[in-house]
């Protein structure tokens, strides 16, 4: 069965990166303008820089709304929001991403489990990622979750002998569930 666009969210828009007036988008009586070659030629009407602009090849682009008055450049626009587009594309893939990483212990579990989840936790923290470290209880053991919060601090404690954690969200209790979030120090 098919799914409407509309009812699973629409089209996605691409994004727009860069937000930057051009040519008779400017609203500025006056602006400062800056030729192509980086020189400042001073303050003038908006009509004689987008002639001046014009006349030389190049589009007159707003880079500076804050400014009074606004600072424009001469520009090929296209190429310039080609290259904003990939500076801030560049910053996105070296920005450091943090994941939350899940580790299920349980109450019955054995020492060896134990141990391998403690083996996992580890790798996680090495690698810079946070963990969210989670008991299930069923039946009879709802009754106690006192034994959880204990499992969970022994987990705890074993991980702290190698790395210098800080604790996102202390351990809690919610309905048949007790969790803890802790990261690694830097």
Do not use: W
Not at 30 to 56: H, Y
Not at 96 to 111: A, E, F, N, T, Y
């Amino acid at each position: 069965m098919r799914i409407h666009h509309r009812r699973r969210g629409g089209y996605q828009k691409k994004e727009e990166l860069v937000n930057y007036l051009v040519n008779d988008q400017i609203k500025s009586v006056e602006v400062s303008v800056i030729d192509e070659n980086g020189e400042f030629l001073g303050p003038m009407t908006t009509e004689k820089a987008l002639a001046t602009a014009q006349g030389r090849g190049f589009d007159l682009v707003e880079v500076s709304p804050k400014a009074n008055p606004p600072v424009c450049k001469f520009l090929d626009y296209g190429q310039f929001k080609y290259h904003k587009e990939k500076e801030i594309k560049a910053q996105k893939a070296h920005a450091k991403k943090v994941d939350v990483k899940g580790i299920r212990l349980s109450v019955k579990m054995g020492q060896g489990d134990f141990d391998t989840r403690i083996n996992q936790g580890k790798g996680f923290l090495a690698d810079g990622h946070k963990l969210n470290i989670e008991i299930r209880l069923r039946g009879r053991e709802k009754e106690h979750g006192d034994i959880a919060r204990k499992r969970i601090q022994e987990y705890l404690d074993q991980l702290t002998k190698e790395y210098q954690l800080f604790i996102e969200q202390p351990i809690t209790r919610a309905g048949g569930n007790v969790t803890a979030i802790v990261g690694r120090k830097t």
